[in-house]
């Protein structure tokens, strides 16, 4: 049989209907080809699909678990000792093994899983089978974002992919935390350790209950067809890193947490080991109100003894967030390591500052300088190395945003951000950060180096300067005054800010509102535990404290005016840059705060209150009232001993306002 020839066009040679005549010539190599581009090496559309994929590598803990002459373990024993600890985090407590688990996505048909099995009970083996002991779980662990888009796309309604490229998504009837159904297991670990009663955020509950909701939980998760897993880390300081396990039912968890814990390397996980603590969230199945201690068809519950968190009848993200941080809040002073709700960030010179405030303050505005180096937006510890964030992440307020006010958060939110219950344009998928048709608490979150200053990693040496921040509606506090100790612990104690009732029923009075440590909803210990440490290491290490007022000036919300932000970044930067330690000052009455006489770049005029008040008397009325609801909040303080002896609790107390 003849060679296979190849087609050409030979020149001059014409058809009738005008086009060129086909000739084949024959190749020396007998083979005919389509153009120079080599072939695929696959024989099936199946067989080039898993082309598209290079194999990762092993992510496996593997240290720890064989001699130093033992042989390196096989890919199968790393994948067998993987799912085993896997199974034993989702073992239940009335069983005498965890459930079956195989890695890998079930809606991709493969060959027969190999099972993990964990035993967990020394006991002879049962003969009663249950539906769940007949099937598997899937794990999908540590996926990356593309991999979670692909997921939440697929599976989960009102998942898309915004024109910017962050994963837009719902977190269900829950648009915020739900502190009332938030509760901590009291027992002889925490019984003298935290603050309970009047004023506490801590709600009790006994370890019954919590192991009720912790079946519930474990039989919810194990019932499905896959779960997420995430292993991940809690704070930038390897010293005191805090392994932390999120098992979850949602891709948009398992993303979450992706970006807001510390994300580990390949080999970190090869030594990750059992975590420190586990989260179980089951937030799309609700807990049974009959329960004891059960008030509606959420909780979220801690047991600081065993180290693990149960979420059920709530979606919202950012419980597992603010939950690790309650978790951090316990922990860390163990260590002699202060817990802070706070910006940080670190100037060209190394000066640190720490950033306190409640909503609407400008905590993060202020804290996010492109002339500063960004340590962290939210969490840090201060330990004796120095300060380090918490976090792996961000998770900003998103309503209002845009590019021109907030241009870091504005294009932080890209591919592998996850933006919560935002509305967008269902053709451009553009999305319309004002509206507030889901809910105003639209969120945003996004791994912490989307931030172009943001310091990797995200740790700094002791801080130079601790900013409380206040939005002062009643229009009396200075826009800057220097703080002794005592009366920064009174104030980071008070954790004050003032924020505007409203228009409803006619009520414009301003409303005080006050936050224990500037982060009430999530202190574990008494607020002068805290207090206390943040004055030591304030000492030991010559940091000065600094009270900011972002709020009004001239008089109260209605009648005064906004302090403008140029004037308060120009009172950060006097901070930063330590002129302001050189200022001259003088002190007010009542609450005998220091205030500079003058700061570059700002009137002179507005640095004393009362001087921006055209009715002296409305004044002096307005300065009495509030610090009447100073003293007021601090009443549930006065009766609780610091130290050994009473002494610095008397002079914190005599700290505050004198009238």
């Known amino acids: ?93 009335t069983r005498e093994t965890g459930p079956k688990v195989v890695k890998g996505d079930p809606a991709r048909k493969t060959e027969a899983p190999k099972v993990a099995h964990v035993s967990h009970h020394h006991v002879a083996p049962t003969f009663t089978v249950s539906d769940s002991s007949l099937k598997f779980t899937h794990i999908l662990y540590n996926l990356s974002p593309g991999e979670l888009y692909e997921q939440a796309i697929k599976y989960e309604k009102g998942s898309f992919i915004t024109s910017s490229g962050a994963l837009a998504t719902l977190s269900g009837a829950k648009t915020g935390r739900s502190p009332r159904d938030k509760r901590v297991v009291r027992d002889e670990t925490t019984e003298d350790d935290l603050w309970w009663g009047k004023g506490s955020p801590n709600i009790e509950m006994d370890e ?26 809690l704070n930038w300081d390897p010293m005191h890193q805090i392994k932390v396990r999120i098992v979850s039912a949602r891709a948009y968890h398992s993303l979450f947490m992706h970006n807001m814990c510390i994300r580990p390397t390949p080999e970190e996980l090869e030594d990750f080991g059992t975590p420190d603590f586990t989260i179980y969230n089951a937030g799309q199945f609700p807990c049974n109100r009959y ?41 860390m002073p163990k260590r002699h390591i202060l817990s802070l709700h706070s910006g940080c960030n670190m100037g060209k010179d190394g000066d640190v500052a720490l950033f306190f405030g409640l909503s609407g303050t400008g905590k993060t505005t202020l804290s996010t300088d492109h002339n500063r180096l960004l340590i962290g937006d939210d969490e840090h510890c201060w330990s004796e190395n120095g ?37 967008f344009d269902e053709h451009t998928r553009e ?55 005592a009366q920064t612990m009174y104030h980071f104690i008070s954790g004050y800010t003032a924020l505007v009732a409203g228009t409803e029923e006619g009520i414009k009075e301003p409303q005080a509102t006050f936050s224990a440590c500037f982060g ?140």
């Not at 019954?208 to 880390?233: G, I, M, P, W």
């Not at 149960?310 to 993200?317: D, E, F, K, M, R």
């Open 520 to 659: 009430a909803a999530f202190i574990m210990l008494h607020p002068t535990k805290y207090a206390a440490m943040l004055a030591e290491k304030m000492q030991k290490h010559g940091a000065t404290g600094w009270l900011v007022n972002t709020g009004w000036s001239g008089g109260r919300y209605g009648s005064g005016k906004r302090i403008k932000l140029p004037y308060t970044r120009k009172i950060i930067d006097a901070i930063h840059s330590g002129s302001l330690l050189k200022a001259n000052y003088t002190k007010t009455e009542v609450f005998g705060l220091e205030i500079p006489t003058e700061v570059e770049g700002v009137p002179s005029e507005i640095l004393e209150p009362m001087n921006t008040w055209a009715d002296k008397n409305a004044y002096k009325e307005t300065l009495l009232k509030l610090a009447g609801l100073f003293e007021k909040n601090f009443d549930g303080f006065v009766n609780y001993k610091i130290g050994k002896d009473n002494k610095l609790t008397e002079e914190i107390l005599a700290a505050g306002p004198i009238f």
């Open 431 to 485: 999305v319309e950060y004002s509206d507030k048709s889901v809910t105003e608490n639209t969120r945003a979150a996004y791994p912490i180096e989307y931030i172009p200053n943001a310091k990797i990693p995200c740790v700094g040496p002791h801080p130079k300067n601790v900013i409380l921040l206040a939005c002062d509606a009643f229009g009396v506090l200075p826009p800057v005054s220097k703080l002794n100790l």
């Open 291 to 331: 329960t004891h201690y059960m008030t509606s068809s959420t909780s979220i519950d801690l047991n600081l003894g065993r180290r693990e968190m149960v979420i059920l009848g709530t979606q919202y993200a950012g419980e597992m967030k603010k939950g690790l941080f309650s978790v951090m809040h316990y922990l």
């Open 208 to 233: 019954h209950t919590f192991l009720v909701n912790r079946e519930r939980a474990v039989d919810y998760l194990c019932s499905l067809d896959k779960v997420y897993v995430n292993d991940q880390f």
């Open 387 to 423: 300060v380090s964030n918490i976090e792996g992440g961000c998770y900003a307020k998103c309503i209002d945003l845009s590019g021109e006010k907030e241009p870091d958060i504005f294009n932080a939110i890209k591919f592998g951000a996850v933006v919560e219950n935002v509305v």
């Open 1 to 93: 049989m003849a060679g296979r020839k190849e087609f050409s066009f030979s020149k001059g040679d014409v058809a009738r209907n005008g086009l060129a005549k086909v000739h084949t010539n024959k190749k020396e190599n007998g083979i005919c080809h389509d153009d120079s581009v080599p072939t695929v090496k696959a024989q099936t559309i199946d067989e080039l699909h898993s082309l598209q994929k290079k194999k990762s590598a092993p992510t496996t803990p593997t240290k720890g678990t064989q001699g130093a002459f033992a042989p390196p373990l096989s890919e199968e024993e790393r994948q067998k000792q993987q799912l085993q600890s896997i199974s034993a985090s989702l073992a239940s407590l």
